[in-house]
């Protein structure tokens, strides 16, 4: 505010960048461009006695109003910059989990195809040898048709990601007694008694990928095995049928160490892991199948620290 005699001759001022009893030529000279500035703004108030016109007031914005004017858009541009930082390192996280799956997917073809693979080695060596006996000759093919049935599963599994499943109806019985058959020959060179139960209930056929179905349950059963650090463990595997919801249920159920309550958030995440070896995508490899290709669910349904896991598919 501006206070002028009936002259438009500055008296007093409030609210300017000059201090209020500076009356030198400079400060009255920056008065009356800040007078004209206001006059702009708003025509000047006339104060009256008796007709007589006394004073006139200049008004207008302090300098805090008029900053706070820009202050929306300071705002605007804050909460933009922020976005776009929030979306740039959300790209950046994504890229490299998507980059540590493709790793990961690849260490993990070389794992499952090396183990059949040196199988087949060695058989060959046995038969350049020579010593075999026709008996075991014929084992020995067996063996490695088994390994070579092996390496097309593996092939078959990982031609199929990220394509469209085709999902068959079946029972999945059968498909799990396969697959407890098979890790039943690899037991012993876990250097554990681990004992594989089977529970199965009365379900329908279900519609399922058998090679993607199978590697999520080979999933879910080696890390219940990696989980049993006690001489004598027992994993079993439960089906039936969700009576709320007539959604068909697989549990896989272990006495092993259990989860802790601040790691059961990051089992599915890809790259988490509490063992030493291992590329931590076992979990997130399930969890995409059941979840992406079969439309299901997979959960930790119970968990005890010491005392076992039992992990849920729903169907």
């Given at each position: 505010m501006i206070l002028t005699d009936n002259q438009h001759k500055p008296n007093s001022w409030k609210g300017l960048n000059v201090p209020d009893n500076d009356n030198s030529p400079e400060s009255i000279k920056k008065v009356y461009k800040m007078m004209a500035k206001l006059k702009k703004e708003n025509e000047p108030l006339e104060i009256k006695h008796n007709s007589q016109i006394l004073h006139y007031l200049y008004y207008g914005d302090s300098k805090l109003i008029t900053q706070?004017?820009?202050?929306?858009?300071?705002?605007?541009?804050?909460?933009?910059?922020?976005?776009?930082?929030?979306?740039?390192?959300?790209?950046?996280?994504?890229?490299?989990?998507?980059?540590?799956?493709?790793?990961?997917?690849?260490?993990?073809?070389?794992?499952?195809?090396?183990?059949?693979?040196?199988?087949?080695?060695?058989?060959?060596?046995?038969?350049?040898?020579?010593?075999?006996?026709?008996?075991?000759?014929?084992?020995?093919?067996?063996?490695?048709e088994t390994d070579v049935q092996r390496l097309e599963k593996v092939a078959a599994r990982f031609s199929q990601i990220g394509s469209a499943s085709e999902l068959k109806k079946q029972d999945i019985h059968p498909l799990l007694e396969d697959i407890v058959a098979y890790f039943h020959r690899r037991l012993p060179q876990s250097g554990k008694e681990i004992k594989i139960i089977e529970s199965f209930g009365r379900i329908?056929?279900?519609?399922?990928?058998?090679?993607?179905?199978?590697?999520?349950?080979?999933?879910?059963?080696?890390?219940?095995?990696?989980?049993?650090?006690?001489?004598?463990?027992?994993?079993?595997?439960?089906?039936?049928?969700?009576?709320?919801?007539?959604?068909?249920?697989?549990?896989?159920?272990?006495?092993?160490?259990?989860?802790?309550?601040?790691?059961?958030?990051?089992?599915?995440?890809?790259?988490?892991?509490?063992?030493?070896?291992?590329?931590?995508?076992?979990?997130n490899f399930t969890k995409r199948i059941i979840e992406d290709y079969h439309h299901g669910r997979i959960f930790i349904k119970e968990t005890h620290v010491g005392k076992g896991t039992t992990m849920r598919i729903e169907l």
């Open positions: 706070l004017v820009y202050l929306p858009y300071i705002t605007l541009c804050g909460l933009g910059m922020l976005v776009l930082t929030a979306f740039l390192g959300f790209s950046s996280i994504k890229t490299s989990e998507q980059r540590f799956i493709w790793v990961g997917m690849a260490k993990e073809t070389a794992h499952q195809l090396g183990t059949p693979i040196s199988s087949l080695l060695g058989w060959l060596e046995l038969m350049k040898a020579g010593k075999c006996d026709e008996k075991r000759i014929h084992t020995i093919i067996k063996d490695m329908p056929p279900i519609p399922l990928n058998r090679d993607l179905f199978e590697w999520a349950i080979e999933n879910l059963i080696k890390n219940a095995i990696d989980a049993v650090k006690k001489q004598h463990g027992i994993i079993e595997i439960c089906t039936g049928m969700l009576p709320e919801n007539g959604h068909t249920y697989i549990d896989v159920c272990d006495n092993g160490v259990g989860i802790k309550s601040k790691d059961k958030r990051h089992v599915f995440k890809a790259g988490y892991s509490t063992k030493t070896r291992g590329w931590g995508l076992g979990l």
